[in-house]
């Protein structure tokens, strides 16, 4: 399964004459899912040529503009365009109703279906689940309701060892049942152990999208081990006590994350127009956890 | 007085990687005046080293996303930057409306006022009159409720004739009565002509944005001679029909219009998605009206 993340837009609120507001497509096969879709996000999807249209999935995080203000003008853009697919909104219900208002003002029908999911910011809950991954919510603390989101990838059973297995001529339910972990129990009463027919399945890729929070340890639980975590690093860690009245985080603290959560690779983006140079943000991260790096706009991180 | 025009975006509805939706900046003397606000405005703002706060005016001709779909943002980053100065947006109604629904769903608050004014599309009207200039609005023929915006330089009577008048020694009232075009009557009886004491006003200067409208010829009384005439151009005329259906004009309509109305000078903008040179439509555009340009983004037109 390929797993290929593309950042759109690594600023916080207020954007700067090279750095868009946050939006990010998530490549997991053949699926092209939105992650949030700031103002201008249509114009970085043409500039880094991602086709509007094949977009399946978008995820909005929360309802501050620097996160959903590209959402209306996209819409009309993939209807233009001749969309005509449903396409699958999970978002917070207040954005459901301020896009049909303002549809409806704007005298603008489109072409496609528009299929909104209400997220719920209560406590963690899958949302999404296809043959090849699950999406789940996650609550975070900022000073509205606001989502992380899950991506894992299903790992389906234990992989069959072919050269163990096939001699003994099984049907499909017993090959199922070894898949499931159970043993074999042959027509002569025998049994050979799981063990011994399969082998251990690949591990499930996990990306977690975490944005507009708090310095928060009650994520790493639900973090743990993932793959790959983008966590939001607004501020430097000079400015931590400016991080906390505005509900976000410092580079400094989203490594500490990585770091307990032990990911395999942290991004940090979300950044405030104050930084131009964002290496000092980069820097501060790696202090704490090495394998850290900036959601750089245009650049892929192919991950499998 | 000095005119200058800048352009921030000249796409229609779609952008293209290298094109924006709807934004200009008129400067008359030191007041910055924002007419649209498509998608991105911001951050063009920034690209063409247009400071956000320096802007007084807001202009949005109507509730089709691609010209006001910036403002949101815009403001947040006015209120984020700092801004206390009042904010007057001359607006459909609907889209006070619907800021302010965003805001509140948002937890937006601004730190400074906006001052809505609600346009109305059945007849020309004044909307704005400071000092220096007046802004007349005048409804356009789109599909929904469309409005255009004249611009145009007060000019405060005649110019008094120094050397002819100032050995007479006028007081403050003769003086005003010249200007206001009236004789001089001597306390000796005699009566010297207006003429011989004064000099014609300078030409007032005039600018026109007539955006999103289909083929007008009604507009012409209203924008005869002006010096500038900006004028939407989404096609070029192969697809006229499409343009009359889509309630826009083609690149030669615009040329005619400029060239009926006698203007000084034509900007067409506006462009459809599909022209990915744009020479082709100002070659049509001149060859019924020369002294015709493109809107090119980041150009300024030094007027005078």
New interface residues.
């Given amino acids: 399964m390929s797993f290929e993340l593309t950042i759109l837009g690594n600023s916080s ?5 090279r750095r ?2 946050s939006a990010q497509v998530l490549k997991i096969n053949n699926d092209f899912i939105l992650i949030d879709c700031g ?2 996000t ?2 970085q999807m ?2 880094y040529k991602v086709s509007h249209n094949k977009i399946r999935y978008i995820f909005i995080s929360h ?4 996160h959903f ?2 959402l ?2 996209l819409l ?2 993939m209807s ?2 001749g969309r005509i697919d449903d396409l699958d909104i999970y978002c917070p219900e ?2 459901e ?2 896009i049909n ?2 549809f409806s ?4 029908q489109l072409k496609f279906k528009v299929v909104y999911h209400k997220l719920q910011f209560d406590a963690p809950k899958e949302i999404l689940a296809t043959r090849d991954y699950t999406v789940t919510s996650l609550p975070l603390k900022h ?2 309701n606001c989502a992380g989101f899950l991506f894992s990838e299903r790992v389906y059973g234990r992989k069959i060892n072919k050269q163990e297995a096939d001699p003994l001529n099984l049907n499909q339910a017993e090959y199922e049942n070894l898949r499931n972990g159970g043993d074999y129990k042959g027509k002569d009463g025998k049994t050979i152990p799981n063990a011994k027919l399969t082998f251990d399945p690949r591990k499930s890729f996990k990306y977690a999208y975490i944005t507009d929070t708090l310095y928060d340890e009650e994520l790493l639980p639900h973090i743990e081990r993932f793959d790959l975590l983008y966590h939001e690093a607004t501020f430097a860690h000079d400015m931590v006590d400016r991080a906390k009245t505005t509900f976000h985080c410092t580079a400094l603290q989203a490594g500490k994350i990585a770091s307990r959560a032990k990911v395999g690779k942290l991004i940090i983006g979300h950044f405030s127009a104050r930084y131009q140079n964002l290496e000092e943000l980069l820097e501060e991260a790696k202090d704490v956890f090495p394998r850290s790096d900036i959601a750089e706009e245009g650049k892929t991180f192919k991950m499998r």
């Avoid at 609120?13 to 004459?17: D, E, M, Y």
């Avoid at 309802?63 to 620097?66: N, P, Q």
């Fill in positions: 609120s207020t954007p700067t004459s868009h507001p103002e201008g249509q114009n043409l500039r309802m501050h503009g620097d203000l590209g209306p003008g009309c853009t233009v365009q207040e954005l109703f301020l208002l303002q003002l704007s005298d603008v000073r509205i």
